[in-house]
């Protein structure tokens, strides 16, 4: 009897022993896979602070294209400063906006000052027609109404010569009208039926935290932050935008931001009012930059093509921006810039021919080169209204009452709402329709 009952005190006895042998075997057994999966690493590294520049690196994401980004955002500044200092520019009169595709260099000018926008607004315009289709709000051959508060005399207007005030205009017609031909009776037909001026402002800011700040509302400003934050959009959602791109390809092929560079290099949004030229666009061959040039003082087309090609060369280490001696000139401020390069310039050819400069490391854009063919604009019959449409619709007649003027998607337009004050006081000829006209 005593043995059975010592036997049966030592069982619970022995039983936790054996739990405590399992929880033993699996916490080493655990141990042990923590410790393989870890092998290698750095032990410090958990215990390290998070800096700035790691989190830089983290928003980036893969390391830059450049062995040394801080040396090319330096010779980005030095050429863009030198260029203006020879040019005899007053720095507030011009906003600029230069990034790499990566954004590791950037050069940026009075980009959050509030110029006037001439045609660059048709870009955010377009997009937001665009967004509407690629949201299925609408098709690209859903008709915009051409109301009579929408007609413009000034500039190449090819929907005014095929549509009448009353007609019904095809949206994807209206957009290739305005971005190709920089239409401004398209341009005026498709803000109207969003609401009118305010409104397609109002809209446009979903694009851009830092939009122009009018001293009247139906100004036509931006910022060059603005234009960047859309023309970026722009880059990054290419499929969408494709129709937009192919458009904006055909429009400017050697003028602007083409004007100096080769083998038309940029998809770009252009505007002329005043003393102002303006152009915003992305690169399509090379390292894949984008840049918005702002100016009211370098008013005619050169000036943003001669920048352009500065950005070109340094994002591309190739011209002047590969050469020794940005390597060698310390260029402290704008006024040290001349008096150090003119020994250089005086340095005579060495005998020996010069060793060959490392060439630019190779390259993939993130994006591929645009090859879209541009939507044909048609002509289609206009649609004929319920009532006779005066022949020359580009009298100043007042709109017919009509009572179905054409499908309409969008909200009704403001009734009688003034024009926005565009800056169309300088109208280019209308028979030069590759031309840009005077916004």
């Not at 057994?29 to 870890?38: H, K, L, P, W």
């Not at 801080?70 to 030198?82: C, P, R």
Request: negative net charge; charged residues 20%; glycine residues 4%.
């Amino acid at each position: 009897m005593n043995l059975t009952s010592n036997d049966s005190n030592s069982r619970p006895l022995i039983i936790w022993i054996l739990a405590a042998f399992v929880v033993l075997a699996l916490s080493l057994a655990g141990f042990s896979i923590y410790s393989a999966a870890t092998k290698g690493l750095d032990p410090t590294a958990a215990a390290q602070p998070e800096t700035e520049a790691s989190m830089v690196k983290e928003t980036i994401g893969a390391s830059s294209i450049y062995q040394d980004p801080a040396a090319v955002n330096k010779q980005l500044t030095n050429q863009i400063e030198l260029y203006i200092h020879d040019q005899d520019y007053d720095l507030s009169d011009l906003s600029i906006y230069i990034e790499s595709d990566d954004e590791s260099v950037t050069y940026k000018l009075n980009i959050d000052q509030t110029r006037a926008a001439a045609s660059t607004y048709k870009l955010a315009l377009a997009m937001l027609y665009y967004d509407e289709i690629a949201d299925g709000e609408m098709k690209p051959e859903s008709t915009v109404s051409f109301d009579a508060q929408s007609l413009r005399d000034e500039g190449a207007n090819p929907i005014l010569t095929t549509y009448g005030v009353g007609y019904a205009v095809p949206v994807e017609e209206a957009v290739s009208s305005m971005l190709i031909h920089s239409d401004n009776t398209a341009a005026a037909i498709l803000y109207d039926n969003l609401g009118g001026w305010e409104e397609f402002m109002t809209m446009r800011t979903k694009y851009s935290k830092y939009p122009g700040i009018p001293e009247d509302p139906l100004d036509n400003v931006c910022t060059a932050a603005q234009l960047m934050d859309e023309v970026r959009l722009l880059y990054q959602n290419q499929k969408k935008y494709a129709p937009i791109i192919a458009d904006l390809d055909e429009a400017t092929e050697d003028s602007y931001l083409n004007e100096v560079v080769a083998n038309d290099t940029m998809i770009q949004k252009y505007g002329q009012v005043g003393g102002a030229t303006n152009s915003v666009g992305f690169s399509k061959a090379g390292n894949p930059y984008r840049i918005v040039v702002l100016s009211n003082s370098a008013n005619n087309t050169v000036d943003p093509g001669m920048i352009n090609k500065i950005a070109y060369e340094v994002l591309n280490q190739t011209g002047q921006a590969n050469e020794k001696f940005w390597e060698t000139i310390e260029i402290e401020s704008i006024e040290s810039v001349t008096p150090a390069l003119e020994p250089a310039a005086q340095q005579t050819a060495p005998a020996d021919p010069p060793a060959q400069s490392a060439p630019a490391p190779s390259y993939t854009p993130a994006y591929p080169s645009v090859n879209v063919t541009p939507p044909a604009i048609s002509n289609p019959e206009p649609v004929e209204p319920s009532q006779p449409v005066q022949e020359n619709p580009a009298l100043d007649l007042p709109a017919p009452d009509l009572e179905d003027p054409g499908t309409n998607l969008l909200p009704d337009p403001v009734p009688d709402a003034p024009a926005p004050d565009l800056g169309n006081d300088v109208p280019a000829p209308a028979v030069e329709l590759e031309s840009e006209p005077s916004h």
